[in-house]
Nanobody, 124 residues
């Protein structure tokens, strides 16, 4: 059974940093693009970042570009989201997702598998 599990969320002050991890199992990880999305109550799920299945193509939302970095380690079947200079508006539940042979799609409907999500709260 395919599983995606996020970790690394928590409470951080504005300007701080967090790194989220997305560990996968029972997945041919290197065949999947890995995306990060976030959601807050009452709003639609928002694209954050994606890394292509070959790791050569990256894409970020305008709101996080220059502050967040997505990466992957195929030897560990894990994707990462390094978040720097965090702002209160970055608060939300962050979920990772897998898209078979995906490139840099921002459409959540294209992703086959999802994790449960990790809460990130940016507040003083």
């Amino acid at each position: 059974q395919v599983q995606l599990a996020e970790s690394g969320g928590g409470l951080v002050q504005p300007g701080g940093s967090l790194t989220l991890s997305c560990a996968t199992s029972a997945l041919s990880f290197s065949d999947y693009a890995m995306g990060w999305f976030r959601q807050v109550p009452g709003k639609e799920r928002e694209f954050v970042a994606v890394i292509g299945w070959r790791g050569e193509r990256l894409a970020y939302s305008d709101s996080v570009k220059g502050r967040f970095t997505i990466s992957r380690d195929n030897s560990k079947n894990t994707a990462y989201l390094q978040m720097n200079t965090l702002k209160p508006e970055d608060t939300g539940v962050y979920s990772c997702a897998a898209d078979l042979y995906g490139a840099t799609t921002r459409d959540p409907m294209m992703y086959e598998y999802w994790g449960q999500g990790a809460q990130v709260t940016v507040s003083s």
